[in-house]
C-alpha cells in the first residue's frame, strides 16, 4: 500500500513537469510553420469553432504555458497544429 501511495505521489510530481516540456517544443513546431511562410495573413488560418487565427491560439498557448496551465497549453498548441497539418495538406 505505502508504495502505491509513493507511485502515485511521484506520479503527481511528474506529470507537470511532462506537460510544461511539451508546451515549448509545440510552440516551435508553429513558430517554425508561421517563418516558414512569411506571406500568411494573420487570418488565413483559423479555427472557425473557437474563432482564433492560428497565431492567437499560439499567443494563447505561450500565455497558458506561463501561467503553470501546462495541460491546456498543450491542449491549445495541439489544437494549432492539427488546424496548421490540415492548411499545409
Avoid: F
Avoid at 512569411?38 to 506561463?66: A, C, F, W, Y
Avoid at 492539427?82 to 492548411?87: D, P, Q, T, V
Amino acid at each position: 500500500m505505502k508504495i502505491q501511495a509513493c507511485l502515485l505521489a511521484a506520479a503527481l510530481v511528474v506529470a507537470p513537469a511532462a506537460w510544461a516540456g511539451n508546451c515549448p517544443a509545440l510552440m516551435n513546431q508553429i513558430d517554425e510553420y508561421l517563418a516558414s511562410k512569411p506571406d500568411l495573413d494573420e487570418e488565413t488560418i483559423v479555427d472557425e469553432e473557437l474563432n482564433k487565427s492560428l497565431k492567437q491560439m499560439r499567443e494563447e498557448g505561450e500565455k497558458l504555458h506561463k501561467e503553470g496551465k501546462h495541460k491546456e497549453s498543450v491542449e491549445i498548441l495541439e489544437r494549432a497544429i492539427e488546424l496548421m497539418k490540415k492548411e499545409a495538406g
